[in-house]
């Protein structure tokens, strides 16, 4: 019994390891034999062995166990062929199906890029449209005396606004050109509101905006406030003393980058930072004199030059940083006008309106104010109001109405950015302040409260 344990010991360790059995040495005394051996296709061995005629494995516990599991062995082994060969045709599927899910998914991103891309683009442009269009909502909530009018106004701007956030959440859910018209006539009733405002009081001031940073700490650049609408060349007058260079540029974004599109050379030097473009001509105050002088750019000559009686130059009456600020010209809705101080009025602020055309004075108003404490000035509406510093921390202080001949003392802070005012005028085509802020070009944003004309005055 212990030697056929031994034998089939030794024919299972020469199967599982792939030897030869009829190589291997069997003593004739254990009584088995060995007839045949062959390979099968797979490259195992098969062997033909005779058991002795005694019945004594039959009834050996380790040997039936030792071929059941033999017998397990081999199921397990067609088991895992079997199941490999599913494994290797599932992962070529799995490997296909992978490669067309990419191309299909890459597709439809494009799809969706290319369809998210056009209706992007077409609901900027609305939002920029909006956003021009949103700022007039607080000037027109000050006219009391058409309460109706505005809440129509606010109800349609209040339905595109929603409409255009819907379209932002889902692009394409509104019909683009029907928006777009809704849009336009929007605007078009605006603007006709808006030419039926009359004069205002100055009652806030936002901002500012820089447009570009360049230049000296001193300097003047405007526009035109009588221009058409298609007309917006800028003028451009670096320092505030020793130059006659007068630099134009077509538009702001032209000045913004540079562009200059001519350039004039004046037959003067100009005085200080306060000189301003009217109807298509430059007034400013000619050097070491209270001379004015009207040059035009279309004929690229003067026009006309006066002497303004009695007026402070050279430092004598200028704003609070100097710069040979003594004579102040400036320009609004009711026409043109030069601010000084003479030593008649005790150096204290002197408003003359001007004659456009010979510069003769009209009408001059003389204030309380002295000219040397106010920081700068402007006039909107005939009104002119004061800051009380060209520094941080400068507000509107005060202000003259040459219509009543009276004054007031104001409140009215603005940002000085960048820490120094130079030059600071009212253009009432663009109703924004210009200013020059140590060496930086910005815009103000002013709101007035203004009174809407209806059909009934006269």
């Known amino acids: ?61 380790k040997s039936r166990q030792l071929r059941q599991l033999l017998e397990k062995v081999q199921n397990m082994s067609q088991s895992i062929e079997v199941l490999n060969l599913r494994t290797q045709r599932d992962f070529q599927y799995v490997l296909k199906m992978e490669t067309q899910m990419k191309g299909l998914k890459a597709k439809f991103r494009q799809i969706e890029d290319d369809r998210k891309t056009l209706m992007t683009k077409h609901f900027q442009e609305l939002k920029e449209k909006m956003d021009e269009l949103l700022p007039l909502i607080p000037v027109l909530e000050q006219y009391k005396t058409d309460a109706k009018l505005i809440t129509q106004f606010k109800e349609e701007i209040r339905n595109l606004s929603a409409v255009l ?43 500012p905006i820089t447009v570009k940073t360049s230049g000296t700490r001193f300097g003047a650049w405007m526009t035109d406030p009588l221009a058409s609408e298609k007309n917006n060349r800028v003028w ?67 026009l006309a030059q006066r002497s303004l009686e009695y007026a402070g130059f050279h430092n004598v009456y200028p704003y609070t940083w100097g710069g040979f600020s003594d004579i102040d010209l400036m320009a609004d809705e009711i026409g043109l006008w030069a601010v000084y101080a003479t030593n008649q009025n005790a150096g204290n602020i002197v408003i003359s309106q001007l004659n456009q055309d010979t510069l003769e004075v009209m009408k ?31 507000k509107v202080y005060y202000s003259y109405s040459t219509k009543t001949s009276t004054y007031e003392y104001t409140d009215i802070p603005f940002h000085n950015q960048y820490f120094h005012i130079s030059m600071l005028d009212y253009n009432s085509r663009d109703r924004a302040l210009y200013a020059w802020n140590n060496g930086h070009q910005v815009l103000f944003n002013v709101t007035l409260f203004h009174i809407i004309k209806t059909e009934d005055d006269t």
């Open 165 to 207: 956030t819907g379209i932002q959440e889902e692009i394409g859910a509104y019909d683009y050109e029907e928006l777009h018209q809704r849009v336009l006539s929007l605007e078009t009733r605006l603007r006709d509101c808006m030419k039926k405002l009359t004069c205002g009081k100055l009652m806030k001031i936002t901002g």
């Open 236 to 302: 451009y007058m670096d320092s505030y003393t020793n130059n006659k260079i007068v630099r134009e540029y077509k538009s702001i974004a032209d000045f913004v980058s540079g562009s200059e599109s001519r350039t004039y050379n004046l037959p003067f030097k100009w005085a200080g930072t306060n000189h301003v473009v009217y109807n298509g001509s430059l007034y400013f105050n000619k050097y070491q004199s209270n001379i004015i002088i009207k040059y035009s750019f279309d004929l690229g000559r003067v």
């Open 1 to 61: 019994m212990r030697a056929t344990s031994s034998l089939l010991n030794v024919l299972l360790l020469a199967l599982l390891a792939g030897l030869d059995p009829s190589k291997t040495q069997i003593s004739p005394k254990e009584g088995w034999q060995v007839y045949s051996s062959a390979q099968d296709p797979d490259g195992r061995c098969i062997c033909t062995v005779v058991a002795p005629e005694q019945n004594l494995c039959s009834r050996d516990a």
């Open 364 to 394: 001059s108003w003389g204030t309380g104010y002295p000219k040397r404490s106010a920081g700068e000035s402007f006039m909107i509406c005939g009104t002119l109001y004061v800051t009380n510093s060209h520094l941080t921390g400068a």
